[in-house]
Nanobody, 123 residues
Framework: EVQLVESGGGLVQAGGSLRLSCAISGFTFDDYNIGWFRQAPGKEREGVSAISVSDGHPYYANSVKGRFTISSDNAKNTVYLQMNSLKPEDTAVYYC????????????????WGQGTQVSVSA
């Protein structure tokens, strides 16, 4: 059973930082991507960042480039999203997701999803 569990969300002031974690279990293939997606009320779910677990290649949405950093600790089966310089526009439920293919932030390729963690950024 594939399981993705997010943690690390919370409330932070604009300009602050949070670090999200995604604990991964149940994958049977070495090559897969872990992505972070977010959904704010009334908006479509959008890709934030992703990483190819096999080689560490990262992907970033333009809106977070230079502010967010994705990383993986393969020994811990954990992917992190370091979020710096947070803006109110970053407020959303953040989801960790898994894909069996390396297709960056192509939403349709992600078939495994965590429960989400709330990130709220106050102005």
């Amino acid at each position: 059973e594939v399981q993705l569990v997010e943690s690390g969300g919370g409330l932070v002031q604009a300009g602050g930082s949070l670090r999200l974690s995604c604990a991964i279990s149940g994958f049977t293939f070495d090559d897969y991507n872990i992505g972070w997606f977010r959904q704010a009320p009334g908006k479509e779910r959008e890709g934030v960042s992703a990483i190819s677990v096999s080689d560490g290649h990262p992907y970033y949405a333009n809106s977070v480039k230079g502010r967010f950093t994705i990383s993986s600790d393969n020994a811990k089966n954990t992917v992190y999203l370091q979020m710096n310089s947070l803006k109110p526009e970053d407020t959303a439920v953040y989801y960790c997701a898994g894909s069996r293919v390396d297709a960056g932030l192509l939403l349709g390729t992600y078939t495994y999803w965590g429960q989400g963690t709330q990130v709220s950024v106050s102005a």
